[in-house]
């Protein structure tokens, strides 16, 4: 099961970075996606990494596009996520999850994939 850290209050403009670990998965070995839910909505594939074997592509939605960073420390056997330049819409729970690799691209899995492992999620937020 991943596990979330990282979370917590942020300025508008500053920085967070999100962690996600993992005791019983090999993370370089499995795809991980970031999610995020706002308040009353819906959640949203906020970026996704392909794993180490898999090329580590990585896939952004347009709204974090050169903003947020994915990358992996396959050392601490951990995905980040680093969110720059946050933006108060950027507020909510931020999910890690993790597949098995498929070999199908990265935008696919991120977007309409399904995911088997679930972190708790984590909140941050962002004020204006």
């Known amino acids: 099961q991943p596990v979330e850290s990282g979370g917590g209050l942020a300025h508008a403009g500053g920085s967070r970075r999100l962690s996600c670990t993992a005791s019983t998965l090999s993370l370089y070995l499995y795809v991980v996606g970031w999610f995020r839910q706002a308040p009353g909505g819906e959640r949203e594939g906020v970026s996704c990494?392909?794993?180490?074997?898999?090329?580590?592509?990585?896939y952004y939605a347009d709204s974090v596009k050169g903003r947020f960073t994915a990358a992996r420390d396959n050392a601490e056997n951990e995905v980040y996520l680093q969110m720059k330049m946050l933006k108060p819409d950027d507020t909510g729970i931020y999910y890690c999850a993790a597949v098995a690799e498929r070999m199908i691209p990265i935008e696919t899995q991120c977007i309409a994939g399904s995911w088997i492992y679930w972190g708790q999620g984590i909140q941050v937020t962002v004020s204006s």
């Open positions: 990494i392909a794993s180490s074997p898999g090329g580590e592509r990585t």
